[in-house]
């Protein structure tokens, strides 16, 4: 009898392992489409802001989908070949409503953050899908000859990429002439999203984690915290609480770490998307556990700070 039910019992195991994996496989990375910077720019939608006293230039999606109506009509064709595909979307202009209220809320604080640094953090989508298009005319025909990037909105590096020329037409609007000249290239572009996707469900998604001591910390990193150096304390949490246990150490001192390639999981225990932000909050937990006055920042989706005061 014990024999059927261990015979049982693997079965149950088996069937449930191969429901996850085979859920985990189906699922795609989140899109969210925004113009090319260079698209912004040679159409005058760039905003300036204060980068900490440096004066850094940023597209301005709000005023790009108030003013232009290509672009409002690129989107929503991108959108609907994306969704066509299985693919979730993140709606930029619904984003940028729920960013504009969330401004509000830090302005009353004082609080400075760069516009896009904080549009990341609310859309949340896995890959920024950006596009760029030009019409070039011939005659009475016009095509398109456009460009996409798939850039993973936690690291910032691109991920995906394709482009082409589509058939000239006479009488075609842009929508029609963009997705005559996309169909040809938007499947391989996605399988480059799924590779990249399937990569960290696998192995994590890569963030940035820099732990610093302020002088109003009495010690350093290399400070006895528990019976053993601080550097050491932290170190073997982000060992435990990364995916494989991988990540790399960057730069280090007695007052100064860094975590690069820091792989973290994909999902938290509630099943939303995990950043570093609520990643590194166990971090935190921990340290003020040990009696310690910590502080965390962020920089984005895919880099915490936190600081030991």
């Given at each position: ?46 905003q ?7 004066i850094t ?11 232009s ?6 989107i ?6 994306m ?24 302005n ?120 053993q150096?601080l ?19 960057g ?16 999902y ?42």
């Amino acid at each position: 009898m014990r024999f059927y039910r261990y015979i049982l019992l693997l079965i149950t195991v088996f069937l449930c392992t191969s429901y996850n994996t085979a859920n985990a496989q189906a699922r795609k990375p989140e899109v969210m489409v925004v113009p090319m910077d260079v698209w912004c720019t040679t159409n005058g939608f760039m905003q300036t802001y204060d980068n900490q006293g440096t004066i850094t230039k940023v597209p301005d999606y709000k005023r790009a989908l108030q003013e232009s109506s290509d672009l409002v009509e690129v989107i929503a064709k991108m959108n609907e070949l994306m969704a066509d595909r299985g693919f979730p979307l993140q709606n930029l202009e619904a984003s940028l409503n729920s960013l504009a209220r969330r401004a509000a809320r830090r302005n009353m604080r004082g609080a400075q953050s760069s516009p896009i640094g904080e549009l990341k953090r609310v859309a949340k989508a896995d890959i920024w899908m950006k596009i760029n298009w030009t019409i070039i005319k011939t005659g009475p025909s016009r095509s398109v000859k456009f460009t996409l990037e798939g850039i993973d909105a936690y690291t910032g590096k691109s991920v995906a990429g394709a482009g082409g020329t589509g058939k000239p037409s006479a009488s075609a609007a842009l929508p029609i002439l963009l997705e005559e000249a996309v169909l040809a290239h938007i499947d391989m572009f996605n399988g480059q999203l799924q590779k990249h996707f399937d990569d960290l469900f696998e192995n994590g998604r890569e963030t940035l984690l820099m732990v610093e001591t302020y002088e109003t910390y009495n010690g350093d990193l290399n400070s006895t915290v528990g019976g053993q150096p601080l550097s050491r304390l932290i170190r073997d949490w982000v060992r435990a609480n990364t995916v494989k246990n991988r990540f790399s150490t960057g730069d280090a001192d007695e007052y100064y770490m860094e975590f690069t390639q820091v792989r973290i999981p994909l999902y938290g225990k509630d099943g939303n998307s995990l950043d570093a932000l609520e990643w590194a909050e166990g971090l935190v937990d921990m340290l003020r556990s040990k009696g310690l006055n910590v502080e965390i920042d962020i920089e984005g989706l895919g880099a915490a700070i936190i600081m030991i005061k």
